[in-house]
């Protein structure tokens, strides 16, 4: 049977496409995941504004179950989000998937940020994004520059993730702090996700899912963000 040369097109990888379709997908990818970010920070902005990230910051500081309870639920939503969207052949459907992501993330965000801004320095949100921005840019060198193929962090990545999650639980329903170690590890932890991704969107991604590409990136930027702001809220309270 033979393809039309339109479906051909389709089924190859980013890496195996043409250098100049190639060039397109990482440009298209890399500024949606800035649209990502951008759009981030407002849907933030309006959440402080509206007193709805205070509303959830004073949920979740009523009970440890509470912020459980809401992680899970995010995290649920962004599960499926995000395997909608790596599945999604039709470009709205993945701007879909990758709106309703930054928003599930903009809400799970809320307290801490609110907390951040309510209880410690005034530099320490500026900080740990600019601290984010400047790991990812290097990672995103490294995983380009060097041309290793980072996949093989799948498997790793997967134990991690699962090892991470099964703390994470036990320190609400036990009431234990994970402390500043289990940040650092976990900023580790988001790093090589951010080298797996970026070798993952060239390897197993078509030139027409450039969407899913960003909101791949966005998820392990978020993380890697979600655990510098901890490290360096956490230094801010010594001081």
């Known amino acids: 049977m033979i393809l039309p040369l339109s479906r051909i097109q389709i089924m190859l990888s980013v890496a195996q496409s043409r250098p100049s379709e190639r060039a397109i997908f990482i440009q298209k990818t890399y500024l949606h995941l800035a649209g990502a970010i951008g759009a981030f920070i407002v849907v933030e902005f309006l959440l402080f504004q509206l007193g709805i990230a205070e509303a959830m910051f004073q949920f979740v500081a009523g009970g440890r179950f509470s912020w459980l309870l809401i992680l899970g639920a995010f995290s649920l939503l962004g599960w499926m989000s995000r395997g909608l969207v790596a599945k999604a052949d039709q470009v709205g459907t993945q701007y879909a998937g990758l709106g309703v992501y930054v928003v599930a993330q903009a809400l ?100 027409r899912h450039y969407v899913a590409a960003s909101l791949e990136l966005f998820a392990s930027v978020a993380l890697l963000f979600w655990y510098i702001l901890r490290i360096v809220m956490s230094m801010s309270s010594r001081q």
């Open 108 to 207: 799970i965000f809320a307290p801490m940020l609110y907390m951040a801004a309510a209880f410690s320095d005034a530099n320490v949100i500026p900080t740990a994004g600019i601290l984010t921005l400047t790991m990812f840019g290097g990672l995103t060198a490294i995983a380009f520059t060097t041309r290793t193929d980072f996949t093989f962090l799948g498997g790793i990545l997967k134990i991690g993730s699962f090892v991470a999650l099964g703390l994470i639980v036990c320190s609400y329903i036990f009431g234990f702090s994970l402390g500043l170690f289990f940040s650092v590890v976990m900023v580790v932890f988001a790093s090589a996700a951010i080298l797996y991704d970026t070798s993952k969107v060239m390897k197993h991604y078509s030139t």
